[in-house]
């Protein structure tokens, strides 16, 4: 089973701030992870897919890179509605597997 | 669009078998283009994979199925084409299986979700 480690797990930042979130995976899943953002309440929305591409609605402030094992997903100016909670997920290997989330909350 | 939607008791008993049915609309549970499946997410925590159904054919029923290996002796996932349905049974059930459970597409990525129905195990 691939590991995925997420850091930090607690971002405090103030809206207009750069947000620079990682991923880290126990082996190689090529470019197969994805980000998706949750807030409370809701079910997770895919935001996005194979390391760095948008998924249909993913405002272009979200961007995704990385391939391997290291991975970043970067909002480049919080909005107030992106505060919540980010998972990444890989696909390269069954079973599926999530990352434990970061928390990215208003400072 | 492909909207889901969980149902089934909201308690269970330890020892006993989970048993939720999510509802497929704006879209075939027959179809080729998506993958079917169960995420649950504890209170507090994050998300796990619970299992994944594919059904392939146009002319006979034959479904594949993938389990989280930590689950695995624990679970079946099913179809009722009829109903248009994907249903989730989970036996033997403790309080560690209390999550939001998560009607969903886990093919690779998820696409769709449905809202998510909370389930308590407690005597």
């Known amino acids: 089973e691939i590991v995925l480690t997420q850091s930090p797990a607690t971002l405090s930042l103030s809206p207009g701030e750069r947000a620079t979130l990682s991923c880290r995976a126990s082996?190689?899943?090529?470019?197969?992870l994805a980000w998706y953002q949750q807030k409370p309440g809701q079910a997770p929305r895919l935001l996005i897919y194979?390391?760095?591409y948008r998924a249909t609605g993913t405002p272009a402030r979200f961007s995704g890179s990385g391939s391997g094992t290291d991975f970043t997903l970067t909002i480049s100016s919080l909005e107030p509605e992106d505060f919540a909670v980010y998972y990444c997920?890989?696909?390269?290997?069954?079973?599926?597997?999530f990352g434990g989330g970061t928390k990215v909350e208003i400072k | 669009q492909v909207q889901l939607q969980e149902s089934g008791p909201g308690l269970v008993k330890p020892s006993e078998t989970l048993s939720l049915t999510c509802t497929v609309s704006?879209?075939?549970?027959?179809?080729?283009?998506?993958?079917w499946g169960w995420i649950r997410q504890p209170p507090g925590k994050g998300l796990e994979w619970i299992g994944t159904?594919?059904?392939?054919?146009?002319?006979?029923?034959?479904?594949?199925?993938f389990y989280n290996p930590s689950l695995k002796s624990r679970v079946t996932i099913s179809v009722d084409t009829s109903k248009n349905q994907v249903s989730l049974k989970l036996n033997s059930v403790t309080a560690a299986d209390t999550a939001v459970y998560y009607c969903?597409?886990?093919?690779?990525?998820?696409?769709?979700w449905g809202q998510g129905t909370l389930v308590t195990v407690s005597s």
């Open positions: 082996q190689s899943v090529s470019r197969f």
């Open positions: 159904l594919y059904y392939s054919g146009s002319t006979s029923y034959s479904a594949s199925t």
């Open positions: 969903a597409t886990p093919g690779d990525y998820i696409d769709y």
């Open positions: 704006g879209g075939s549970i027959s179809s080729t283009s998506y993958y």
């Open positions: 997920q890989q696909r390269g290997n069954w079973p599926l597997t």
């Open positions: 194979d390391a760095s």
